[in-house]
């Protein structure tokens, strides 16, 4: 997401990953990036994907912009690199859910958390 050389807000066109991880090129139409996205895509019992990953996070640190995550439960994150603390945005359903989400899977989702609790959590 960002601005393109006539400052218009645009996103890019999405990428499809595989049920383990999403690696998009750079978008070429987009001047001035200021946020990802993406989404965690299809219930998996084997992912944690209800909440955004380490990985995300620092991601979207490295490359200096905030982040927005979708889960397979509807859900919808906020990324603040800065402060490196997830937000939930809206909560399960808000967002088109995966018909095979198990709601309860992870247990309890927290509304925020921080990089070091959210990689404790899913280092468990």
Do not use: K
């Not at 090129?25 to 909440?51: F, K, L, M, Q």
């Not at 912009?65 to 994150?77: H, Q």
């Amino acid at each position: 997401m960002g601005f393109s050389a006539d400052g218009r807000v645009i996103a890019s066109r999405a990428t499809r990953g595989d049920e383990g991880s999403c690696l998009a090129d750079d978008p070429r139409d987009i001047e001035v990036i200021t946020a990802s996205y993406h989404t965690h895509g299809a219930y998996s019992p084997d992912y944690y994907n209800e909440v955004p990953s380490g990985d995300d996070m620092e991601g979207d640190e490295e490359e200096g912009i905030d982040g927005w995550v979708a889960t397979p439960g509807g859900r919808l994150w906020y990324i603040d690199t800065e402060d490196m603390v997830t937000y939930q945005v809206c909560g399960i359903g808000c967002l088109p859910s995966d018909p095979r989400f198990v709601r309860g899977d992870m247990g309890q989702i927290d509304q925020s958390y921080r990089y070091r609790d959210l990689v404790r959590l899913l280092d468990q």
